[in-house]
């Protein structure tokens, strides 16, 4: 715990030096919509994006965790104002799923999570809160566009054929999206992810500049089959050496990377009625996912952000 107090000190100096707590938290720094961020907004997202990311602070990552805190907040009050056009709920058991997928991820348990925010000044509804947003986000996604869920039921089944009786393998990855760029831009850009990638680290890059919602989970993924990975995704992940990089996968809303960590050998199919229903549930889930970067780019052209100096 005492790492994590030093991040509280040194987060409060490093994005306004000289100003009081009382300043830092009235002074605004921009708006979104009818949304406000404040000073203090970041410095308690960036001290939250650290201890989600299990990392401590350092004056080398100062320029890029205020980037990366004040790109999250105005995503969450972007979204936060379409929520709000609606009539959204969410179960209550997929809040706790969320939570406990978490803490699982940081090796700890929720009671760990909320002394660890207590003792940096962040209070556990503010993660929950996170939460909230992303769970009615994808439960507005999913209202919106449930009907433009159609899956090739030959495409599956062709997948299916031959798996009953063969070992399939398993892929544990992370992804990496990128905003789409002009085609006469685009080797430019993929050099430079590149190079960012070989010096910062993969999970760096990702946090940084990654418009997908696992950029939260450094990119992570888990483990997917290769029967629910589509054909031009397993062609190029099934080619990659473990702790390498995909060559880039161009999307329509992007432009996509994985980094395959680890594969293993899962037991064969015995069942293929629930082979078939895991793979069109993951299909569906990268349909949804490829409609909400879109719907989420085209609603934040018509929101205003403004920024203010100090």
């Known amino acids: 715990?005492?790492?994590?107090?030093?991040?509280?000190?040194?987060a409060i100096s490093f994005i306004i030096p000289l100003k009081s707590a009382a300043v830092i938290k009235n002074g605004?720094?921009?708006?979104?919509?009818?949304k406000t961020i404040t000073h203090y907004d970041i410095i308690s997202e960036a001290k939250v994006i650290l201890i989600l990311n299990g990392q401590d602070y350092s004056d080398e990552k100062?320029?890029?965790?205020?980037?990366a805190a004040v790109n999250s907040l105005i995503k969450r009050n972007i979204k936060t104002i379409e929520i709000e056009k609606y009539n959204l709920g969410y179960n209550e058991e997929d809040m706790n799923r969320e939570l406990t997928r978490l803490v699982t991820r940081l090796n700890i348990d929720v009671d760990q999570l909320k002394n660890m925010l207590v003792s940096n000044g962040i209070e556990f509804s503010s993660?929950?809160?996170?939460?909230?947003v992303e769970l009615l986000w994808n439960t507005l996604i999913f209202e919106v566009y449930k009907d433009r869920l159609s899956v090739s039921a030959t495409e599956i089944e062709e997948?299916?054929?031959?798996?009953?009786?063969?070992?399939?393998?398993?892929?544990?990855?992370?992804?990496?999206?990128i905003k789409p760029v002009p085609s006469d831009l685009v080797d430019e850009k993929i050099k430079e992810?590149?190079?960012?990638?070989?010096?910062?680290?993969?999970?760096?890059?990702?946090?940084e500049l990654s418009i997908s919602e696992t950029a939260i989970k450094k990119g992570d993924v888990g483990w997917i089959s290769?029967?629910?990975?589509?054909?031009?995704?397993?062609?190029?992940?099934?080619?990659?050496?473990?702790?390498?990089?995909?060559?880039?996968?161009?999307?329509?809303n992007g432009i996509l990377f994985f980094k395959v960590r680890n594969a293993r050998v899962k037991d064969k199919v015995s069942n293929l009625v629930e082979a078939k229903d895991e793979m069109v549930a993951d299909e569906k889930t990268k349909i949804l996912n490829m409609h909400s970067l879109s719907h989420y780019e085209r609603i934040k052209r018509a929101v205003a952000i403004n920024y203010f100096n100090d």
């Open 62 to 67: 100062k320029a890029k965790l205020q980037k």
């Open 28 to 34: 605004l720094f921009a708006t979104v919509g009818n």
């Open 159 to 177: 997948q299916l054929k031959n798996i009953s009786e063969t070992e399939i393998k398993e892929y544990l990855i992370s992804e990496l999206i």
């Open 226 to 252: 290769e029967n629910a990975i589509t054909d031009k995704f397993k062609s190029v992940i099934e080619i990659t050496k473990i702790g390498d990089i995909t060559d880039p996968i161009f999307l329509p």
């Open 127 to 132: 993660i929950v809160e996170q939460i909230r």
């Open 193 to 207: 992810i590149i190079k960012k990638i070989e010096t910062q680290g993969f999970e760096e890059v990702v946090s």
């Open 1 to 10: 715990m005492t790492t994590k107090k030093i991040i509280i000190l040194i």
